[in-house]
């Protein structure tokens, strides 16, 4: 990381600072969501970054509810950000990140023959 004079200014140390973060692959708590329109309401901000990390505090659908977030689970922005620093409006993916609390498969893996080449699950 560089070394800034006195001289040089808070924003040029905050871009190096956020370039370094980037490069780790830093992700940030801000808070939690509480529902589908929550998160809607931030997809409509102008200062969200990729790695922003909010938790959901209950279960809602989310697109359409084909996609179910339940209590816990993370939701990361993602998207390419514009000069500014910052998702532009319109351009946030998110990425679900399940809590755990998903309910637990029982059984063996076995080889399936059937139109979806792979693994599958049998009693």
């Known amino acids: 990381?560089?070394?800034?004079?006195?001289?040089?200014?808070n924003e040029q140390i905050a871009t190096?600072?956020?370039?370094?973060?980037?490069t780790a692959d830093a992700l940030e708590y801000k808070g939690t969501v509480a529902d589908s329109s929550a998160l809607a309401a931030l997809e409509a901000r102008t200062d969200i970054k990729n790695?922003?990390?909010?938790?959901?505090?209950?279960?809602?659908g989310y697109n359409n509810d084909s996609l179910t977030i339940k209590t816990g689970d993370l939701i990361i922005a993602t998207g390419?950000?514009?000069?500014?620093?910052?998702?532009p409006v319109g351009n946030i993916t998110w990425e679900i990140i399940p809590?755990?609390?998903?309910?637990?498969l029982k059984g063996k893996i076995v080889a399936t023959t059937d139109h979806n080449p792979g693994f599958g699950?049998?009693?």
């Open 99 to 104: 809590s755990g609390n998903e309910p637990f």
């Open 51 to 60: 790695g922003y990390v909010y938790k959901a505090a209950s279960s809602f």
């Open 121 to 123: 699950l049998e009693d």
């Open 1 to 9: 990381m560089d070394v800034y004079t006195v001289a040089e200014t």
């Open 16 to 22: 190096s600072i956020d370039a370094a973060i980037k």
């Open 80 to 87: 390419t950000e514009g000069s500014n620093g910052f998702i």
